[in-house]
């Protein structure tokens, strides 16, 4: 685990490293529209207004807020003296972080935490493990809706979303990480101290496993990617593409999916490729398809990024 302040000098660095990959998929998005032509593309982006793009905004937003609250709500089942305003600029500023490889630049945020309550970052990374089976259960069982309601089981989507069901138990499931902890440092004989530490923090796991967490912060995820689902479809809706809402909603979920498991930083490339590949699937043409994935991740991956920077200043300043 990284130290508070070899954290700092990390997360400078990796918002570098971000605002650089923000240059990138600029650099990418001016070829992929000198590809598809730019009239086309104009075409297809002056279908929607200034209120359409608001809109759009303010539903990831929503689903902004509604992570934010949820990890306020990781943290009161630590026990850890944090204001909600507090947990929510600690929350938006990891955002910035968000493209680092295997998003590790988000642990920043276990580092302002240790430095407003003291508490070390070993104790509060159970927290990061509960955020992301959180986001990973919710998109897995809203997948299984989807794939029932509209979506269909092609690609193999039922095996996709129950593998993200398992992952998000066994990510959270104290006694089995406690157990491959142990096997681990007997693998290799040494770091005993370091190893008790770690089953010590996975242990707090199951203050995560309780209904009152469980069901709120479940509820809270679920909610939160459906508005990102349906502003999805939305967009869809207003680019003249005729989709159902759950096809909608499946095709963005599996893409979010399956950009993670790419293991690239924000799913970048992954998610784009996929989604493009789904909407083609289902008819729709190759520039529109192009247009619509820009679009959505621009107004939820990049916006959450923007958010992210603007609110990262903020999240240095030692709060309570």
Same mark, same amino acid.
């Given at each position: 685990?990284?130290?508070?302040?070899?954290?700092?000098?990390?997360?400078?660095?990796?918002?570098?490293?971000?605002?650089?990959? @923000?240059? /990138?998929?600029?650099?990418?998005?001016?070829?992929?529209?000198?590809?598809?032509?730019?009239?086309?593309?104009?075409?297809?982006?002056?279908?929607?207004?200034?209120? &359409?793009?608001?809109?759009?905004?303010?539903?990831?937003?929503?689903? =902004?807020?509604?992570?934010?609250?949820?990890?306020?709500?990781?943290?009161?089942? #630590?026990?850890?003296?944090?204001?909600?305003?507090?947990?929510?600029?600690?929350?938006?500023?990891?955002?910035?972080?968000?493209?680092?490889?295997?998003?590790?630049?988000?642990?920043?945020?276990?580092?302002?935490?240790?430095?407003?309550?003291?508490?070390?970052?070993?104790?509060?990374?159970?927290?990061?493990?509960?955020?992301?089976?959180?986001?990973?259960?919710?998109?897995?069982? #809203? $997948? /299984?809706?989807?794939?029932?309601?509209?979506?269909?089981?092609?690609?193999?989507? =039922?095996?996709?979303?129950? $593998?993200?069901?398992?992952?998000?138990?066994?990510?959270?499931?104290?006694?089995? @990480?406690?157990?491959?902890?142990?096997?681990?440092?007997?693998?290799?004989?040494?770091?005993?101290?370091?190893?008790?530490?770690?089953?010590?923090?996975?242990? &707090?796991?199951?203050?995560?496993?309780?209904?009152?967490?469980?069901?709120?912060?479940?509820?809270?995820?679920?909610?939160?990617?459906?508005?990102?689902?349906?502003?999805? =479809?939305?967009?869809?809706?207003?680019?003249?593409?005729?989709?159902?809402?759950?096809?909608?909603?499946?095709?963005?979920?599996?893409?979010?999916?399956?950009?993670?498991?790419?293991?690239?930083?924000?799913?970048?490339?992954?998610?784009?490729?996929?989604?493009?590949?789904?909407?083609?699937? &289902?008819?729709?043409?190759?520039?529109?398809?192009?247009?619509?994935?820009?679009?959505?991740?621009?107004?939820?991956?990049?916006?959450?990024? @923007?958010?992210?920077?603007?609110?990262?200043?903020?999240?240095?300043?030692?709060?309570?």
């Amino acid at each position: 685990m990284l130290s508070g302040s070899m954290l700092f000098l990390k997360s400078h660095k990796d918002l570098l490293f971000g605002l650089g990959m @923000l240059a /990138l998929f600029l650099v990418g998005l001016g070829m992929i529209i000198a590809y598809t032509g730019w009239e086309d593309t104009r075409a297809a982006v002056a279908r929607l207004g200034w209120g &359409q793009f608001g809109i759009l905004f303010v539903l990831s937003l929503g689903n =902004y807020a509604l992570r934010a609250l949820r990890w306020h709500l990781l943290a009161r089942a #630590l026990a850890l003296r944090i204001s909600l305003i507090r947990n929510a600029v600690i929350y938006l500023a990891g955002f910035a972080l968000t493209i680092t490889p295997g998003r590790v630049g988000e642990l920043v945020r276990l580092r302002w935490i240790k430095r407003d309550t003291g508490i070390k970052i070993l104790q509060s990374s159970p927290m990061m493990l509960g955020d992301r089976a959180a986001d990973l259960a919710a998109v897995a069982l #809203l $997948l /299984l809706v989807a794939a029932l309601l509209g979506l269909g089981g092609a690609g193999g989507v =039922y095996w996709v979303a129950g $593998l993200a069901l398992v992952l998000a138990l066994m990510a959270t499931n104290p006694r089995m @990480l406690a157990k491959l902890i142990t096997l681990t440092w007997q693998t290799l004989g040494r770091g005993a101290r370091l190893f008790a530490s770690l089953r010590r923090a996975v242990r &707090q796991l199951a203050l995560f496993t309780t209904p009152q967490v469980v069901l709120p912060v479940l509820a809270l995820s679920a909610i939160g990617w459906l508005l990102e689902g349906y502003s999805f =479809y939305l967009l869809l809706s207003w680019l003249g593409i005729q989709m159902g809402f759950w096809m909608a909603v499946g095709i963005f979920l599996f893409s979010m999916l399956g950009g993670g498991a790419t293991g690239l930083p924000g799913g970048l490339g992954g998610a784009e490729a996929v989604m493009v590949g789904l909407l083609t699937l &289902q008819g729709v043409p190759l520039d529109a398809a192009l247009v619509a994935t820009i679009i959505i991740r621009i107004t939820t991956l990049w916006f959450a990024i @923007l958010i992210g920077i603007i609110v990262f200043p903020l999240a240095e300043r030692k709060g309570a």
